[in-house]
């Protein structure tokens, strides 16, 4: 947690860019980047590089072209950044960090329960899948959206009971969450198989998502309300993991909107942001054993 008196730890000033990796970031995520391959001309550009480069995007919201000259061509930074959205290297690396994160703070590499929610996002002029709010949300407060009505799309995220995003899905705003619910949960199935258990708000209740899910294993949903009595802001049990999910992911101005124009890009940039995330925290408490040590 930051505080002043853990300041220090998270003072950046001696990189070029406070996006940028520090080594022992980058310790923890180059072996899970490609290999060169044997055939071909040989890899010329450092591949810190270019993921420093798309870190600074990610927390700058800098358009491809107004990249920094310090860091590799932009279009060499876009090219890799598409083809590693392909092979859905950012999911991977992911996966791997948040076992990684769960061992270290002696729990089991897979969890057994998740947290699942929807954040509702505008989407800009650079066009792509994009929906209003659901039908009925036009004509009422309906449990399904809560009323929303913003035109664009929704991310959809699962994480475990810490925090640490464990699947997301993007799709159109108009998608009900009880309907959206499907895709990430199939998404995570084989992925994490002991996770069948998952706090939801009340978008999430109903006999129509455990139809959907029928042939997607045994989940129990459970459904965490606020009181009918409660007054102003209330921090509900469960529920308030995800939300914080969210808010550490707002702190990237790429996020801030939907600038993309396909689903897969919206997916892997908030990937991105769960890497980045997950690789500051696993180095910092290194650093940290090793200090008191």
Same mark, same amino acid.
């Given at each position: 947690?930051?505080?002043? #008196? #853990?300041?220090?730890?998270?003072? %950046?000033?001696?990189?070029?860019?406070?996006?940028?990796?520090?080594?022992?970031?980058?310790?923890?995520?180059?072996?899970?980047?490609?290999? /060169? !391959?044997?055939?071909?001309?040989?890899?010329?550009?450092?591949?810190?590089?270019?993921?420093?480069?798309?870190?600074?995007?990610?927390?700058?919201?800098?358009?491809?072209?107004?990249?920094?000259?310090?860091?590799?061509?932009?279009?060499?930074?876009?090219?890799?950044?598409?083809?590693?959205?392909? /092979?859905?290297?950012?999911?991977?690396? +992911?996966? =791997? =960090?948040?076992?990684?994160?769960?061992?270290?703070?002696?729990?089991?590499?897979?969890?057994?329960?998740?947290?699942?929610?929807?954040?509702?996002?505008?989407?800009?002029?650079?066009?792509?899948?994009?929906?209003?709010?659901?039908?009925?949300?036009?004509?009422?407060?309906?449990?399904?959206?809560?009323?929303?009505?913003?035109?664009? %799309?929704?991310?959809?995220?699962?994480?475990?009971? +810490?925090?640490?995003?464990?699947?997301?899905?993007?799709?159109?705003?108009?998608?009900?969450?009880?309907?959206?619910?499907? *895709?990430?949960?199939?998404?995570?199935?084989?992925?994490?198989?002991?996770? %069948?258990?998952?706090?939801?708000? *009340?978008?999430?209740?109903?006999?129509?998502?455990?139809?959907?899910?029928?042939?997607?294993?045994?989940? #129990?949903?459970?459904?965490?309300?606020?009181?009918?009595?409660?007054?102003?802001?209330?921090? =509900?049990? %469960?529920?308030?993991?995800? /939300?914080?999910?969210?808010?550490?992911?707002?702190? +990237?101005?790429?996020?801030? !909107?939907?600038? /993309?124009?396909?689903?897969?890009?919206?997916?892997?940039?908030?990937?991105?942001?769960?890497?980045? =995330?997950?690789?500051?925290?696993?180095?910092?408490?290194?650093?940290?054993?090793?200090?008191?040590?």
């Amino acid at each position: 947690m930051w505080t002043e #008196t #853990t300041r220090a730890q998270y003072r %950046r000033e001696d990189l070029r860019y406070a996006s940028d990796m520090t080594d022992a970031e980058w310790a923890l995520v180059e072996p899970h980047m490609p290999a /060169e !391959k044997a055939l071909g001309r040989p890899r010329i550009v450092p591949l810190r590089g270019v993921v420093d480069a798309l870190f600074y995007i990610l927390r700058t919201a800098c358009p491809w072209r107004l990249l920094p000259r310090d860091f590799p061509n932009r279009s060499t930074v876009q090219r890799y950044f598409y083809a590693w959205q392909a /092979e859905g290297l950012w999911e991977r690396v +992911n996966f =791997l =960090l948040v076992q990684h994160a769960r061992e270290r703070d002696g729990r089991e590499a897979s969890p057994s329960a998740g947290v699942i929610d929807s954040q509702s996002v505008k989407t800009t002029q650079s066009g792509g899948p994009r929906g209003g709010a659901c039908p009925r949300a036009r004509q009422c407060r309906d449990p399904g959206d809560a009323g929303k009505k913003v035109n664009g %799309r929704k991310r959809h995220i699962i994480t475990d009971t +810490n925090g640490h995003l464990i699947g997301a899905q993007v799709h159109t705003a108009d998608i009900q969450d009880r309907d959206g619910a499907v *895709g990430v949960v199939a998404s995570i199935r084989y992925l994490f198989p002991w996770l %069948r258990h998952v706090f939801a708000d *009340g978008g999430y209740a109903g006999e129509k998502l455990k139809t959907a899910l029928a042939g997607q294993g045994q989940w #129990t949903f459970e459904i965490v309300k606020r009181s009918d009595h409660a007054k102003g802001f209330q921090v =509900l049990p %469960r529920r308030w993991v995800v /939300e914080r999910t969210f808010a550490w992911f707002g702190r +990237n101005r790429r996020l801030a !909107k939907d600038f /993309e124009t396909t689903i897969t890009s919206s997916q892997a940039w908030l990937y991105l942001a769960s890497v980045q =995330l997950m690789a500051r925290r696993l180095a910092r408490s290194a650093s940290q054993a090793i200090d008191a040590s």
